[in-house]
Antibody
Framework: QVTLKESGPVLVKPTETLTLTCTVS??????????VSWIRQPPGKALEWLAH???????SYSTSLKSRLTVSKDTSKTQVVLTMTNMDPVDTATYFC?????????????WGQGTLVTVSS | QSALTQPASVSGSPGQSITISCTGT?????????VSWYQQHPGKAPKLLIY???NRPSGVSSRFSASKSGNTASLTISGLQAEDEADYYC??????????FGTGTKVTVL
């Protein structure tokens, strides 16, 4: 059974750096046919794709947020980590990690439950 | 990359069919047959409905189907049921390992 679970702080202050962890099970972060993305959703608003990491450690980022995002993985710990610098109240959102299948197709087949991050002083 | 455009809301009566559009550009929807659709109930994580054309994961009802023409993809829900009331999002590959979601559509069952 494939599962993903996000963890991290529920509250961060403006200008601080957010660090979120996605712990996966049921699949390997070394599997060439899949990777893990981070996606966020502000309250009452739409989903926004943020970043992705492939099995070969290649990364991709949203063009609008690229300067603030870093994604990494620890295959042995089955964890994917997202850091976002210089947090602002507009970054208040539920952050999801999701598995992206990449073999001849691109779609998010499994999602974590999400973690709500509030940015406030 | 700009969000794909979806209607904010669509409604229908039980048993009816509704269609949700998802309009992108020649750089995303128009260039790749890699549009997927997701259903999200309040307070829940999105759930995959359709991928790569009109493929449905195991367990997803055949009442959900999808198509694409040019820069616009569409999701059709036939035989609308109360449980279909949710938010729906399209997502397209946009090249260079980048993905873009739609603005989301709230489906109301009257």
């Amino acid at each position: 059974q494939v599962t993903l679970k996000e963890s991290g702080p529920v509250l961060v202050k403006p200008t601080e750096t957010l660090t979120l962890t996605c712990t996966v099970s049921g699949f390997s972060l070394s599997n060439a046919r899949m990777g893990v993305s981070w996606i966020r959703q502000p309250p009452g608003k739409a989903l926004e794709w943020l970043a992705h990491i492939f099995s070969n450690d290649e990364k991709s980022y949203s063009t609008s947020l690229k300067s603030r995002l870093t994604v990494s993985k620890d295959t042995s710990k089955t964890q994917v980590v997202l850091t976002m610098t210089n947090m602002d109240p507009v970054d208040t959102a539920t952050y999801f990690c999701a598995r992206l299948l990449t073999s001849g197709s691109y779609y998010f087949d499994c999602w974590g439950q999400g973690t709500l991050v509030t940015v406030s002083s | 990359q700009s969000a794909l455009t979806q209607p904010a809301s669509v409604s229908g009566s039980p048993g009816q069919s509704i269609t949700i559009s998802c309009t992108g550009t020649s750089s995303d929807v128009g260039s790749y047959n890699l549009v997927s659709w997701y259903q999200q109930h309040p307070g829940k994580a999105p759930k995959l409905l359709i991928y790569v054309g009109s493929n449905r994961p195991s367990g997803v009802s055949s009442r959900f189907s999808a198509s694409k023409s040019g820069n616009t993809a569409s999701l059709t829900i036939s035989g609308l049921q109360a449980e279909d009331e949710a938010d729906y999002y399209c997502c397209s590959y946009a090249g260079s390992s980048i993905h873009v979601f739609g603005t989301g559509t709230k489906v109301t069952v009257l």
